[in-house]
């Protein structure tokens, strides 16, 4: 075990994927190269390209097939239309850092109005305790963006059960659902507890049109002022307390 919480996107995304209770929760994914990229893009129609070390949605890209050798690059607002390969990788490198990338298959996250939202779900544990779910909201897209990260995308945070009831989920029944993300969320933070020190981590949860509850990505150092977002403050006052009594 390490004691660093450091551990890219990649690192963590196997570690997980080592779980076969997770396997299936999690996107395709591979480290980026241009066989890989354009491997999944004609695989899936829509991938992410992401920085395995970025955060706050900084870096991460959309890759699509829109038609025959016709390809759309979204990225931040911004929407970008090529004809062929080989143009729309130039466009793609130029947009990327030098650092390691991951590609993974968009998943097609559920809308509310057009706009894709996502869970942050808490997961905190104490001493000698087992790991609790101590708050989930619903993280919604800005306009024109793919990104659910709040301050980038000037989005919102709803409760997650408002985000459930105003979203276009066609089989949604949220006494299986509910239950369902917990149960994801808590075995992915037992799964990592086997390999990192950490007391709380905040998990990107997004579920499909269908139904279907995926695990995006893992943060070690999520942002807890999220959740002063809300109307209701109890979820806040219970992470706190948790972060307070782990110092």
Sequence with gaps: MTSKLSGSKWKKHKILRGSSELSSALPPTRTFSRDNLWEYVHRYGKVIV???????????????????????????????TFVGEQRANDYLKSKMKRASYIIQRRIPLATIN???????????????????????????????????????????????????????ITKRNNSVLLPQIDRIALSAANRLGNFYRFRIVGLDVGIDRDGKVWIIEPNFAPAVSLFLKLKNKSMYRTIMSYKRKNR
């Design 50 to 80: 992401k920085p395995v070390n970025g955060y706050g949605g900084a870096g991460v890209i959309q890759v699509s097939r829109v038609e025959d050798n016709i390809y759309k690059i979204h990225y931040g607002s911004s929407q970008k």
């Design 114 to 168: 057009g706009r894709p939202f996502d869970l942050r779900v808490m997961v905190q544990k104490r001493t000698g305790s087992p790991w609790k779910v101590t708050g989930k909201l619903a993280k919604v897209a800005g306009k024109g963006y793919i990104i659910t990260n709040v301050a980038r995308s000037r989005g919102k945070v709803l409760p997650v059960e408002t985000a459930l009831r105003l979203s276009n």
